[in-house]
């Protein structure tokens, strides 16, 4: 009977069980998740963004393949249209040669079911998956990730990624002890922070939900960005349900009790991460705001990290003007480490793309949630 793409329903959560052991006793740590409705994302009436998971099966039995579709409305040049993040897939592909080709065969499967298509991440162009899209010709943009080390020798001693050798092991510790690496990451932040212009001192409040409120800086910043997904107070509070998944602090910022936008941060403290070790890491995972008042929520946000004792602050951001915001409050803006992914048929929808990246506003919400950077 060959394969066959089928919606993810109850009755195969055993055969979905079944893929993920065949996964384990091949030696990989990918699997698919073991319950059919999302639960992060369920389709819910009135909400605008929602997550759909699709199976390849076997004859009829067998679960060789998954994949994740988040269809959420976007905003491009004032008309909104459904766009759609993609997570995965994963196959038996990475176990046998049978199924070498499944993950392309689901990519295409993808594209019949919601033509404006991307993915944000591909964290650097060796990975086979982004190979494969720059094969099929979509569109690969680069977009920045942004870092501030608040305590160097915490970072210096426990960043998994920059120890991985006894040789920067040695080094890294010689510049701990020595007070060197935290003079040098102070410095270098200050330096930074100099550069760009002084925040105007604003109100910070936390808050457990978005209302009407988010509506109105909505519907304010919505002329101000040329590609956005829906971010008003229903559509939030679905992405970052209260009490649920992900763990993140809301904080509304205001200006003599205005509103000037909302950012979303994380606080969690990692043991043996692969990038982070045991670092405590705050990081932003979303934000809106006109542009023009970017800094002050960056700093904003800066500022109730810092005072929670955080060890380093990091977010992936693609809108110029935010990458700017991190880096007038003193954050190293890396060019280039997550990659947006777009279609054919997103990229002419996009178009013209010179404009559309100027004003293209992308967190990590737009992608599969706050995973890592």
């Known amino acids: ?38 639960e992060w994302l369920p389709r819910r009436p009135g909400i605008k963004v929602w997550r759909e998971h699709f199976l390849a099966l076997e004859d009829a039995t067998f679960v060789r393949g998954a994949y994740a579709l988040k269809p959420h409305e976007w905003w491009i040049h004032g008309e909104a249209q459904t766009v759609t993040d993609w997570q995965g897939p994963v196959s038996e592909g990475l176990l046998s040669r049978k199924y070498n080709t499944l993950g392309l065969r689901l990519i295409r499967d993808m594209l019949k079911r919601y033509p404006l298509l991307y993915s944000w991440g591909h964290g650097g162009d060796e990975a086979s998956m982004f190979q494969m899209l720059v094969s099929l010709k979509w569109l690969i943009h680069p977009t920045p990730f942004c870092l501030r080390v608040v305590k160097p020798f915490a970072f210096l001693r426990r960043n998994r990624y920059l120890r991985g050798s006894s040789d920067r092991r040695l080094a890294l510790d010689l510049l701990a002890f020595s007070g060197a690496g935290w003079a040098a990451l102070k410095l270098m932040h200050a330096g930074l922070a100099l550069a760009g212009k002084r925040a105007p001192v604003v109100e910070v409040e936390e808050v457990e939900s978005f209302g009407d409120w988010a509506d109105a800086l909505w519907e304010r910043c919505l002329p101000e960005y040329q590609a956005i997904g829906l971010r008003d107070a229903s559509t939030m509070n679905a992405l970052l349900p209260a009490g649920g998944w992900p763990a993140a602090i809301r904080l509304r910022v205001q200006q003599g009790g205005r509103d000037l936008g909302w950012i979303v941060v994380m606080d969690n403290a990692l043991e043996d991460d692969a990038r982070f070790g045991n670092l405590r890491v705050g990081s932003v995972i979303d934000c809106l705001a006109s542009p023009d008042d970017a800094d002050a929520v960056v700093a904003a946000a800066n500022d109730f990290l810092v005072a929670r004792g955080v060890d380093i602050i990091a977010s992936n951001q693609s809108h110029p003007r935010w990458a700017e915001a991190f880096s007038n409050n003193g954050y190293v803006v890396l060019p280039g480490r997550r990659y947006f992914a777009a279609s054919p048929e997103l990229q002419k929808t996009l178009e013209p793309w010179g404009d559309t990246q100027l004003g293209l506003h992308l967190t990590n919400m737009d992608g599969h949630g706050p995973h890592g950077f």
Do not use: C, K, L
């Open 1 to 38: 009977m060959g394969i066959e793409v089928i919606p993810y329903t109850s009755d195969r959560e055993a055969d979905v069980v079944a893929f993920n052991q065949r996964m384990r006793d091949g030696g990989t740590t990918w699997g698919w998740y073991e319950h059919a409705e999302d």
